[in-house]
């Protein structure tokens, strides 16, 4: 790899601010590309269903495209599975769990799952591609984060299998049956994680239902629960679009059902199960605010705010997408952001050097372009740092809006992507109120050098996470989980079991 030095530009010094100063110097290095290599991972032209351990062409024949988001290219295609697929599926889980899994040894189900953590690590490499060039975030996301936080949730769970009796106070604990699983596309194989492993720990066998813009590493997380040699009908994953996720829900012989997605879908999730008597958690969207005190560490919480926000695409329900600064330091804090935000590279997801890779699919850019559009006739302030974006591919460049009143849309909604609102407040009782002023309830960052201040504020925010100091860190060990419209139930922890046992 070279790096070539550019000597800065001239500036036209006095008219210029000293964050624009600076910003030239971030372009004064360039990076060669860095690109992964991709020869190793085979990508086959076509998945079937995963139903009963084996590989099953759906019943109505019908297959859809998954595409690159950064080159729009197709990668493969996979099955649409139909309601009769999801009942062949359900079905294979039902007799799985009657039949093998409910009546092995805790610590046996412990070994088999202690298998997959280990597959999982062995196929690192190929799984942190697939989830690159199917879902579009940056290889060092999903090399650093993604893949190695889904072997840790297996390994997590899998010590709990033969401990549950201790995860209540000596309650006595039962598996709830089969499990419902839908998840999203912005981690696919971490959600896939975080709803399996604890699920198989406490007994339930499962159907899966990944995102149909990021089937592909579902796959390859099917053939690695083969290559384990679970017992057939452990593991269900039927691909498919919102049809699907709808007739696993409706089926009447799923006890539970985990959900991770919007929020207009996890309601009307709740609505068709309304007195059926299954079990459910919501993990749904989130408007977190992040709130720098004057008192923070104020470079290493612009380090927060891009870690927040900027990293994965903004693609993350917990995001810090408002950002709440104390007014002394907004002028100083938005300077270093912007100098921050100039060295930010948004392009090829397979490249070790990108920051911001791409959007996950042409719907989402278009939701993020209107929103962004909102903003500016609601009389919003927008900044983007001069970036160059690919010709071809979903990309957005990372975007901040000053003078964000909270009544403005980009205050109010989700955007799912890599845009920052900002917004101020003078005392303490403020920030919380105003970090509080949404529907949501997912997550929140404080920054303070105060840890009384940390631990008060916690208390007031109305969020199932609360960082301090930090953001968007995850361990399989801490519960995670919303309040308000966010959803209900957690997931990680111990807590994580409650959400597939009947605890007596
Ligand atoms: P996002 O906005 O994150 O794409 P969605 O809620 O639309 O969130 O999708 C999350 C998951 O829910 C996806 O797997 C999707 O296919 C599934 N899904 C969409 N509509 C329904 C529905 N009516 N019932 C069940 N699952 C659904």
Same mark, same amino acid.
């Given at each position: 790899m070279t790096i070539k030095l550019v000597e800065p530009k001239a500036t036209a010094a006095g008219d210029r601010r000293r964050g624009e100063r600076r910003l030239e110097f971030a372009h004064a290095w360039d990076y060669a590309p860095a690109p992964e290599a991709v020869d190793h991972v085979k990508i086959l032209p076509r998945y079937e269903l995963f139903i009963d351990g084996k590989w099953q062409a759906p019943e109505k024949g019908r297959y859809f495209d998954t595409l690159?988001?950064?080159?729009?290219? *197709?990668?493969s295609e996979v099955a649409e599975a139909s309601a009769e697929d999801v009942d062949r599926a359900v079905r294979a889980a039902r007799h799985a769990y009657d039949r093998v899994w409910s009546r092995m040894k805790p610590l046996e189900r412990g070994k088999y799952i202690f298998r997959i953590a280990r597959i999982i690590q062995e196929r690192s490499r190929e799984l942190c591609i697939v989830e690159s060039l199917d879902g579009g975030k940056p290889i060092k996301e999903s090399r650093d984060f993604d893949v190695p936080t889904a072997a840790a949730h297996f390994f997590y769970y899998a010590g709990w299998a033969d401990k549950l009796g201790y995860a209540f106070g000596g309650r006595p604990v039962s598996a709830l049956g089969v499990a419902g699983q839908i998840i999203p596309w912005n981690f696919p194989l971490l959600m896939a994680a975080w709803k399996i492993a604890p699920a198989l720990a406490c007994g339930n066998t499962v159907v899966l239902k990944p995102a149909e813009t990021t089937p592909l590493s579902a796959m390859f997380l099917a053939e690695i629960i083969q290559e384990a040699e /679970? $017992?057939? !009908?452990v593991v269900n994953i039927v691909t498919g679009a919102g049809a699907t996720g709808a007739a696993l829900v409706a089926?009447?012989?799923?006890?539970k059902v985990a959900f991770t997605g919007s929020t207009d879908v996890g309601k009307r999730i709740q609505k068709a199960l309304a007195g059926t008597g299954k079990k459910l958690t919501l993990e749904l969207g989130g408007k977190a605010a992040n709130i720098v005190f004057a008192d923070a560490p104020l470079d290493q919480a612009v380090d927060g705010i891009v870690n927040g926000i %900027?990293? #994965?695409? !903004?693609?993350?329900?917990?995001? =810090?997408?408002r950002l709440l600064l104390e007014e002394s330091v907004h002028d100083l804090v938005i300077r270093k952001l912007r100098d921050r935000m100039a060295t930010l590279r948004v392009g090829d $997801? /397979?490249? *070790?050097?990108?920051d911001i890779g791409a959007i996950n699919s042409r719907m989402q850019l278009e939701k993020i372009k209107e929103l962004c559009a909102a903003g500016e006739a609601e009389g919003a302030e927008r900044w983007s740092p001069p970036c160059e974006l690919p010709a071809k591919g979903f990309f957005f460049a990372p975007t901040v809006f000053t003078g964000?009143?909270?009544?403005h849309r980009i205050a109010r909604e989700?955007? %799912? =992507?890599p845009v920052l609102s900002v917004l101020t407040f003078r005392t303490e009782a403020e920030a919380v109120e105003k970090a509080n #002023?949404? %529907?949501? =309830?997912?997550s929140a960052g404080v920054w303070s050098n105060k840890g009384a201040r940390l631990f008060k504020m916690a208390t007031q925010l109305e969020a199932g996470v609360v960082w301090g100091n930090t953001y968007n860190k995850f361990d399989p060990s801490s519960p995670f989980g919303g309040y308000k419209e966010s959803g209900f139930g957690r997931e990680g922890g111990?807590?994580?079991l409650a959400a597939y046992l009947h605890v007596d």
């Open positions: 690159s988001p950064s080159t729009e290219q *197709k990668l /679970l $017992p057939d !009908g089926h009447p012989d799923v006890n %900027f990293f #994965n695409q !903004g693609h993350v329900c917990c995001a =810090g997408s $997801p /397979l490249d *070790k050097n990108t964000v009143a909270q009544s989700e955007i %799912f =992507g #002023n949404t %529907f949501y =309830g997912l111990r807590q994580g």
